[in-house]
């Protein structure tokens, strides 16, 4: 089973800066397996991205993902009010076919 | 754009048979596959399933011995039912569609929770 460790749990950060949340898997994950959604309270999650660094529909581009093997990256470049939410990075692979990174919360400072 | 919305009792009982329906608009039922999600509350996301039109479901190994999802295209509906359940299957139930030959999710219900309870 290839488990996804997402870093750090908690980011508390403020409106405009930079930031890097990363999510590194157990064993070697393709690079077009790995995605990245947002999740609101109360809402469902929403694709980011998706091959590790395309942005899906609508997505802005402050947004960008990076990685490969078995480490991965998803940076907002400088952060709105509306990004304040839980992100989790997942991957398509060996049994169990989907898993998902445990997440991390970024909460306003 | 897929819409998706689930449905089905928000309580069970435990031991019990859970049962949920997730209803597709907006898309053929054939382009894509379909997984059932859910999320205890404030925990993370866990994949319990998928169903497409061209071949037999795939669950979860963990999940597998209790999941029996099944699709059917004359109601554009796809549907998850997970047997003696216990309080550890209170949960948000996500649907969620995957397009064929990709390996992420695209569009998702809003969620339904069902609380298992006597």
């Known amino acids: 089973e290839i488990v996804l460790t997402q870093s750090p749990g908690t980011l508390s950060l403020s409106p405009g800066e930079r930031t890097t949340l990363s999510c590194r898997a157990s064993?070697?994950?393709?690079?077009?397996?790995l995605a990245w959604y947002q999740q609101k309270p109360g809402q469902a999650p929403r694709l980011l991205i998706y091959?590790?660094?395309s942005r899906a529909t609508g997505i802005p581009d402050r947004f960008s993902g990076s990685g490969s093997g078995t480490d991965f990256t998803l940076t907002i470049s400088r952060l709105e009010p509306e990004d304040f939410a839980v992100y989790y990075c997942?991957?398509?692979?060996?049994?169990?076919?989907?898993?998902f990174g445990q997440g991390t919360r970024l909460e306003i400072k | 754009q897929v819409q998706l919305q689930e449905s089905g009792p928000g309580l069970v009982k435990p031991s019990e048979t859970l049962s949920l329906t997730c209803t597709v608009s907006?898309?053929?039922?054939?382009?894509?596959?379909w997984s059932w999600i859910r999320q205890p509350a404030g925990k993370g996301l866990e994949w319990i399933g998928r169903?497409?039109?061209?071949?037999?479901?795939m669950y979860s190994p963990s999940l597998k011995s209790r999941v029996t999802m099944s699709l059917d295209t004359s109601k554009d509906q796809f549907s998850l039912k997970l047997s003696s359940v216990t309080a550890a299957d209170t949960a948000v139930y996500y649907c969620?569609?995957?397009?064929?030959?990709?390996?992420?999710?695209?569009?998702w219900g809003r969620g339904t929770l069902v609380t298992v309870s006597s």
């Open positions: 969620a569609s995957r397009p064929r030959g990709q390996f992420y999710f695209d569009n």
């Open positions: 907006g898309d053929s039922i054939s382009s894509h596959y």
């Open positions: 169903v497409y039109t061209s071949g037999s479901p």
């Open positions: 064993q070697s994950v393709s690079s077009s397996n």
């Open positions: 091959g590790a660094s």
């Open positions: 997942q991957q398509y692979g060996s049994s169990p076919l989907i898993t």
